[in-house]
Structures are given as structure tokens and as C-alpha cells.
């Protein structure tokens, strides 16, 4: 039998309804959607132009021509935030705003751009990951060009106040770009009511298909594209269309829009019995990240004296991490976690628990069992230190 897989943080199976959308695309709707003398390139023009509306309408944007389609979240987060930073770069003294625990791909483009002169600031977090709002605010200018965060983070869920962040944004002239990745069709996304500027999706969070995602940018907004060559996508991502999976993601859209209180109560459910079966036979846990403004699908948890790898490795019959999956080839202790100034012994005892619609109260039984065995091998024979 396969492991019970509780990793939909890293990625989630395409739902079956989302590939019976993709699949004619592959053979008999075969068509380039730029080819506008034929049928085959209408009809895949309209199965992209249908994706741009399924997409616009789960976070609320005004028009289907604010959605630009990428190659995935990364490219979109580096399009959010090179663009606009290199769009501005006639003003002196261009100030950047992120956070020290955003996903790697912001992180990334965002000390390139440190090359280019651009200033970056991070914002404090406190020890759950929630933004300092007045800390914002005092490194808030009337150069900044934009500020950056992530409205779910992807290793401890702690969710950020993103109508407040846009209070304080709108006061200056600065663009608010959200990474909404881990965040959509697990919590409502409205645009227009949070004055976001720019926003990035991945398909493959929502049961969707890797290798396709789309930033919504709001329209007027002139950014700088990373890729020339065609003047696809507004001029801001010249490129042939993926439309297999284009269609599919806005499928993916659509079901998550459809069902989204549903499968939050679901999660929330799962999540409650994770949480408390496994305080219930496992001593000394603590939860790592925000204890009630946090996804329903997660828990990052820290195990006294145990070693979060050897945890994930002593359990094969789940599937774990200990971090997000663009950092897990790194042997350091999460950077989220040491943001939070979290201890490193307690940083390297702490696993990532990943919800999603495929499991089952029984799983989560079985994960508890199957935690709880593990965890008392391993504390019998560690040595790492013990921690409070």
C-alpha cells in the first residue's frame, strides 16, 4: 500500500475532473491558441480564454485580461516582483518590502535585485509569523515600489492580515504583490477588496497540473517582462501557450471557488484531530506558527529530542516533510523557523503536516499510531538536547 500522503503542501493530485478537461488537448484539440486563421487554433484560444475567466473569478479581479498565464508560481512571484522593481528603475532610491519568511522564490529575485540597487527591507515578523504592522509602516516611504508577502506561508500556515497590510500600503505609492500560492481555494482571495496589485497562483496547490500558473496584474499596471520574443500574454510573457494545462488550471479554479467552504471545514476537522490525537499519545509537542490565523490544512510541529528527518524517514508508511519542497535538498534548519527565532534544537525536531481532500479520519488515525511509534523509538536512543 502506498504512504497515507499528508504533503499537499508541496503538491496536490490533479483532480479527476480537472484532467477530463486537459486530456482532448493533448491529441484532438491540438492547436496553437496564436493561430487565428483556423478552427484548431480558435478552439484552443477559447478553452485559455475560458481559464482566464474561471481564474479571474476565484479572486474576484475585474476583468479575465488581469490574469497572465506562466510557466508556475516561481516565475510568476519573479514577474511580480523583477517587473515591477526594473519598471521603476528611472526613480532614485527604489526601496523593496518583504518579509524574512517568504517563499524562495521571492526571496531569490529579491537579493538579485539587491545587485541592481534597489534597497531591500525586510519586514519583522512575530513568533508566529504574523507581520508587524507598525514595523511596516516606519519602513514605508515615497520610494518604495513595492512590497511583497506571502498571504499564507507554506511551511507553518500562519496567515497574514492582508486587508490591514493594503490599509498602509495604499497610503503611498507602492504596489502590494501577494503570493497566494498555499493560500487559494483554501481561503477566500478578493483583489479588488485588498487593493492587490499583483498576485501569483499555482495550479498544482489546488489539484491542478504542475508546470502552469498565472499572476493576476491589475490593469494599467506597467511591469518590465522577463521573457521577449512574441508579445504574448499583454506583451509580459511572450511564449506558446501550455493549453493542456492552462485548461486544466482553470478548472482547478473553478472546483476550488465552488467548494471552498466545504473543503475548509472538512480540513479544519482533519487538522482538530490530528492535533489533538497526537497530543493526546505523544508528550512534549509544540506547535510551530500561528494557533489560530493559520490554514485548516496545516500543522508544523516540533517533537521534543526527536530529529525532524529521522522522524520523516522512521515513518514510510506517511508521507512528510519537514519543510517546504524548495528547500528539502538543504540540510540547514528551516529559514522560517529561524526568523521566528525559534531555538535550532527545536527548528530540527519540527515536522510539516499537509492536509488535503484525499484523506480520511482513518488516515489520520493511522498517522497518529504511526507517529507516535516512531517517536518513542527514536527518543529512546537520541541525543539531542531537550528543549522548553
Known amino acids: ?15 479527476p475532473d480537472v484532467l477530463d478537461v486537459m486530456m482532448p488537448f493533448f491529441s484532438q ?19 485559455v480564454e475560458l481559464a482566464r475567466v474561471q481564474i479571474a473569478e476565484l ?10 498565464f506562466t510557466s508556475g508560481a516561481t516565475e510568476a512571484n519573479n514577474l511580480a516582483v523583477k517587473g515591477s522593481a526594473r519598471s521603476a528603475q528611472q526613480r532614485s532610491g527604489r526601496n523593496l518590502i518583504t518579509l524574512p519568511i517568504e517563499h524562495k522564490s521571492v526571496l531569490d529575485p529579491v537579493a538579485r535585485l539587491e545587485k541592481e540597487d534597489v534597497n531591500i527591507r525586510y519586514c519583522r515578523v512575530n513568533q508566529y509569523g504574523r507581520i508587524d504592522l507598525e514595523h511596516l509602516r516606519s519602513l514605508l516611504n515615497a520610494d518604495t515600489v513595492l ?8 511551511e507553518i500556515g500562519t496567515l497574514q492580515p492582508l486587508t490591514e497590510i493594503a490599509a498602509i500600503v495604499r497610503q503611498y505609492p507602492a504596489l502590494f504583490h501577494v503570493d497566494a500560492v498555499q493560500a487559494a481555494g483554501r481561503v477566500p482571495l478578493n483583489v479588488y477588496r485588498d487593493s492587490i496589485d499583483l498576485l501569483s497562483l499555482s ?3 489546488m489539484y491542478g497540473p504542475k508546470g502552469v500558473g498565472a499572476l493576476y496584474v491589475r490593469k494599467g499596471l506597467r511591469l518590465t517582462p522577463l521573457l521577449d520574443g512574441g508579445g504574448h500574454e499583454r506583451g509580459l510573457r511572450s511564449g506558446t501557450y501550455n493549453v493542456p494545462g492552462i485548461a486544466g488550471m482553470g478548472k482547478a479554479a473553478e472546483l476550488a471557488g465552488r467548494n471552498l467552504d466545504e473543503h475548509s471545514r472538512a480540513m479544519r476537522a482533519l487538522q482538530q484531530r490530528l492535533w489533538n490525537g497526537l497530543l493526546e499519545q505523544i508528550k512534549d509537542i509544540q506547535l510551530n506558527g500561528h494557533p489560530e490565523h493559520r490554514l485548516a490544512n496545516n500543522l508544523n510541529i516540533a517533537f521534543t529530542g526527536v530529529d525532524g528527518g529521522s522522524l520523516v524517514l ?5 508521507a512528510l516533510s519537514t519543510g517546504s519542497a524548495c528547500t528539502s535538498a538543504s540540510p540547514e534548519s528551516s529559514y522560517v523557523l529561524k526568523a ?3 531555538p535550532a534544537a527545536r527548528a530540527r525536531c519540527s515536522v510539516r503536516f499537509g492536509l488535503g481532500k484525499g484523506n480520511t479520519q482513518e488516515q489520520v488515525d493511522t498517522v497518529i ?8 523509538g527514536i527518543r529512546q536512543r537520541s541525543i539531542l538536547p531537550q528543549f522548553r
Not at 522512521?314 to 506517511?318: E, Q
Open 147 to 154: 512590497v511583497s508577502v506571502q498571504a499564507a506561508n507554506s
Open 314 to 318: 522512521s515513518c514510510p508508511d506517511v
Open 1 to 15: 500500500m502506498k504512504p497515507v500522503y499528508m504533503d499537499h503542501h508541496a503538491t496536490t493530485p490533479v483532480d
Open 340 to 342: 521566528l527565532q525559534i
Open 59 to 68: 479572486i474576484a479581479a475585474s476583468s479575465p485580461d488581469e490574469i497572465v
Open 369 to 376: 499510531d504511526s507517529l507516535s511509534r516512531a517517536v518513542a
Open 29 to 47: 484539440e491540438f492547436g496553437n491558441p496564436s493561430s487565428n486563421t483556423h478552427e484548431y487554433g480558435h478552439r484552443a484560444r477559447e478553452a
Open 203 to 205: 495550479a498544482h496547490k
